[in-house]
Each structure stands twice: as C-alpha cells, then as structure tokens.
C-alpha cells in the first residue's frame, strides 16, 4: 500500500520531531503527507531514518515513493511535506 513507502527526513526535521515528542526513541513510525508540487501527485511514506546531507525541508525517498510521485529519471522533485498528526 501506498502507506508502507519510506523516506528519510533531513536531521533537523528527525530532531525536531523527536523535541515534541521526547517518549518516542526515534520518529520511524511518523508518517509523512508528501506532494509532488510540479504535478500534484501525492503519497503518504513512512520515515525510516534520518538524511544528515539533506537540507531542513528535503527528504530522501524510497524507490517507490519517488516513482509514486515522479519519474526516477527526474532525480530531484520539487515537492511539499509534514509529518502526519498521530491517531
């Protein structure tokens, strides 16, 4: 399902998620709302890890969460993401 795609969030977002909530040991569970801008695409993707590399807003995205969203062959897609509010 659409929902089981992964992406890794920059290390300040994975920080600052973990700063509102400090009973979590790490934000895999959180799942992120990501929308390809340049075509309105959308997914939703759980993150897995942090990116230390990517900038505060990007994410690094799976396989299928990229093609999800866009063709691999574009290699950088301008999109806009946040983490989903927990149930």
Request: glycine fraction near 4%.
């Given at each position: 399902?659409?929902?089981?795609?992964?992406?890794?969030?920059?290390?300040?977002?994975?920080?600052?998620?973990?700063?509102?909530?400090?009973?979590?040991?790490?934000?895999?569970?959180?799942?992120?709302?990501?929308t390809?801008?340049a075509?309105?695409?959308?997914?939703?993707?759980?993150?897995?890890?942090?990116?230390?590399?990517?900038?505060e807003?990007?994410?690094?995205?799976?396989?299928?969460?990229?093609?999800?969203?866009?063709?691999?062959?574009?290699?950088?897609?301008?999109?806009?993401?946040?983490?989903?509010?927990?149930?």
């Amino acid at each position: 399902s659409a929902t089981e795609e992964a992406t890794a969030a920059s290390e300040c977002k994975w920080l600052e998620s973990l700063a509102k909530e400090p009973a979590l040991t790490f934000c895999a569970s959180r799942l992120s709302s990501i929308t390809n801008t340049a075509n309105g695409r959308r997914v939703e993707a759980r993150v897995r890890d942090s990116c230390p590399p990517c900038g505060e807003d990007d994410l690094d995205l799976s396989p299928a969460a990229f093609k999800a969203l866009g063709h691999l062959d574009e290699g950088v897609l301008s999109i806009k993401w946040n983490f989903r509010k927990r149930d």
